[in-house]
Each structure stands twice: as structure tokens, then as C-alpha cells.
T-cell receptor
Framework: KQEVTQIPAALSVPEGENLVLNCSFT??????LQWFRQDPGKGLTSLLL?????REQTSGRLNASLDKSSGRSTLYIAASQPGDSATYLC????????????FGKGTTLSVSS | DAGVTQSPTHLIKTRGQQVTLRCSPK?????VSWYQQALGQGPQFIFQ???????QRGNFPDRFSGHQFPNYSSELNVNALLLGDSALYLC?????????FGPGTRLTVL
């Protein structure tokens, strides 16, 4: 069964700190991996998409890496700001799961000023 | 481009009733997926529509059904509502493997 796990479930940091969010998945045969941001009670905003053949993607202060062999991805946020406070979700499209995205439960980030 | 839109924003129903949620995909996207997100959980895949056909279905009962129209918009129907159906229902459209989500419909079943 394909599963996605995100650790930690919650994280609190002071403004300006660099931080790493972790995502692990049970099957290395993936099509792609996507990181999303979700504000309370809102929909999902796509942050970064990493295709199976890629090792990392960058957008502004965000950098996502992918290591299929170990079943891990990390989302690095540089110089965190209070506006980064949200829940970050990792979603994997497994080859054996068709077109469905399999989500982790997310990491809730709180950045204090 | 308005992005993915969903209606209504919020909905309150009682047990046993039926509900219809609506979704319009991003311009140029022909594939629509529906997800259910319970409080504190990640979204769970319900089903996906492509070319007006259900292409894939997740582990949800037959009470959950859908439809896609020729303009690619989609509906999610849930019959015989249960308290456990209370959740945020998210619609996503996709292109090139990347999914874009709408703001969701918050369904409360009393």
C-alpha cells in the first residue's frame, strides 16, 4: 500500500530561521511529487512540482529535493517569515496508484515575529 | 485566468439528505479530480473525470458519484449523507501532471 508520511506534525520557529520539512513515501516507483501550502480552512496552493527524473526544484525561498531511492523529499524554507505560517502538504503520484495523489497529513508551521 | 472555482463555499445539510457540489477547472484543463479532507487529515482521493468518464475511483462508497460536462466542469453528488461526510471537499484540475486546487466546499452534516 502506498503511503506518505510527514514529520514533524507541527513546527514552531522564530522569524528568520531556515527550516526543513520532511516527507517520506513507501514506494520509490513514483511519477512525481508535489508540495502544497494550505491556510486554515482554505484550498491548496501548489508550491513546487518535482518530476520523477528530477532531483530538486526551486522557487524563491523554497527548495524541494527528491531522493526516490530512499523514499524521501524535503522542503527547505530559507529566512522564514510570519507569512509562511500554514500547513504544508506533500503529495505523491505513485506509478501503481494511477492518477490519484496520495497525501501526507501535513506539517503545520508557525513562524513567530 | 480565474483558476479552479468551486461552489458553494459552505453548505449545511442533515443526515440522509443529498448534496451536489460544483467545480470549474482552470482554462485549458480537461481533467478534474475530487478529494475529501477531514479535519486534521490530508486530502483523500474520491475520483477523477476525463472526457466525461470516471477514469479512476478511490475507496469511497457508491453514495459518492460524479459527472463531467462537455465544458469540463464537474459535479460531485453525495446521497444519504452521514455525519462522517462532514469535511472540506476539494476539486483539482490538472495539466502536465501538475494539480491545481480550488478553494473547497465546506460541508457540515448535522
Amino acid at each position: 500500500k502506498q503511503e506518505v508520511t510527514q514529520i514533524p506534525a507541527a513546527l514552531s520557529v522564530p522569524e528568520g530561521e531556515n527550516l526543513v520539512l520532511n516527507c517520506s513515501f513507501t514506494d520509490s516507483a513514483i511519477y512525481n511529487l508535489q508540495w502544497f501550502r494550505q491556510d486554515p480552512g482554505k484550498g491548496l496552493t501548489s508550491l513546487l512540482l518535482i518530476q520523477s527524473s528530477q532531483r530538486e526544484q526551486t522557487s524563491g525561498r523554497l527548495n524541494a529535493s527528491l531522493d526516490k531511492s530512499s523514499g524521501r523529499s524535503t522542503l527547505y524554507i530559507a529566512a522564514s517569515q510570519p507569512g509562511d505560517s500554514a500547513t504544508y502538504l506533500c503529495a505523491v503520484k505513485f506509478n501503481q496508484a494511477g492518477t490519484a495523489l496520495i497525501f501526507g497529513k501535513g506539517t503545520t508551521l508557525s513562524v513567530s515575529s | 485566468d480565474a483558476g479552479v472555482t468551486q461552489s458553494p463555499t459552505h453548505l449545511i445539510k442533515t443526515r440522509g439528505q443529498q448534496v451536489t457540489l460544483r467545480c470549474s477547472p482552470k482554462s485549458g484543463h480537461d481533467t478534474v479530480s475530487w478529494y475529501q479532507q477531514a479535519l486534521g487529515q490530508g486530502p483523500q482521493f474520491i475520483f477523477q473525470y476525463y472526457e466525461e468518464e470516471e477514469r479512476q475511483r478511490g475507496n469511497f462508497p457508491d453514495r459518492f458519484s460524479g459527472h463531467q460536462f462537455p465544458n469540463y466542469s464537474s459535479e460531485l453528488n453525495v446521497n444519504a449523507l452521514l455525519l462522517g461526510d462532514s469535511a472540506l471537499y476539494l476539486c483539482a484540475s490538472s495539466f502536465g501532471g501538475q494539480a491545481f486546487f480550488g478553494p473547497g466546499t465546506r460541508l457540515t452534516v448535522l
